[in-house]
């Protein structure tokens, strides 16, 4: 069955330290992947996605992911996090044609000063 | 600005009640869907469409109901059968149902008096 997971679901880091958030699907082919960030009480805004092409895609707000086929795996970086970027943060995969984009259950970032 | 709103922001519903949330965009998209979230489950599917009069169940369409009348407009009723609407509903739209991007409105948060 086509799926995405996030394990981790709350994250915590300092201020100006880096983050990486964990995404992995399972799919026989390469999907489509979406990072989305959400705000407390807010809708989902897109960061990044990757179709095909580069494997390292950069998105807004310093944020970026790497697809890796041999692990499955479409994890979100940002080398430097802002007291700003605490939010949740849901991974997407979507296989194409008319199938519905699936979200992952998500990752909770706490920042501390 | 091209968005879409969602309204009210927030909606109380009596036991036995129906409610209707509102959703419209002027992104001219044709496709349009209707997610729940709760706590720790990321956003479920509860109905999509992909043109005007037309829509299909998505993963929790069991006491929900809707329309697409207009382009623009998406409306979902949570209805009496709907056993525990207290949730988190989120629109989105795309510019198709085979384009796999997502915009989302803010949000209505649904509670039960």
């Known amino acids: 069955a086509q799926s995405v997971t996030q394990p981790d679901i709350h994250i915590t880091v300092s201020e100006g330290a880096s983050l990486e958030l964990r995404c992995n699907y399972s799919?026989?082919?390469?999907?489509?992947l979406f990072w989305y960030v959400q705000s407390p009480g807010q809708g989902l805004q897109l960061l990044l996605k990757?179709?095909?092409?580069?494997?390292l895609v950069q998105g807004i707000k310093g944020f970026e992911a790497e697809f890796k086929r041999s692990q499955s795996s479409f994890n979100l970086r940002k080398p430097s996090v802002h007291w700003s970027d605490a939010a949740e943060y849901f991974c997407?995969?979507?296989?194409?044609?008319?199938?519905?984009?699936?979200f992952g259950t998500g990752t909770k970032l706490q920042v501390i000063p | 600005d091209g968005g879409i709103t969602q309204s009210p922001k927030y909606l109380f519903r009596k036991e036995g009640q129906n409610v209707t949330l509102s959703c419209e965009q002027n992104?001219?998209?044709?496709?349009m869907y209707w997610y729940r979230q709760d706590p720790g489950q990321g956003l479920r599917l509860i109905y999509y469409?992909?043109?005007?009069?037309?829509?299909q169940k998505g993963d929790i369409a069991e006491g929900y109901s809707v329309s697409r009348e207009k382009k623009e407009s998406f409306p979902l009723t949570v209805t009496s059968a709907q056993k525990n609407p207290t949730a988190f509903y989120l629109c989105?739209?795309?510019?198709?149902?085979?384009?796999?991007?997502?915009?989302f409105g803010p949000g209505t948060r649904l509670l039960v008096l």
């Open positions: 989105a739209s795309s510019i198709s149902s085979g384009q796999e991007t997502q915009y």
């Open positions: 799919y026989g082919a390469t999907p489509y």
């Open positions: 990757y179709f095909s092409g580069d494997t």
């Open positions: 997407a995969f979507y296989s194409g044609g008319y199938q519905k984009v699936t």
């Open positions: 992104l001219n998209h044709d496709a």
């Open positions: 469409s992909q043109i005007v009069n037309d829509f």
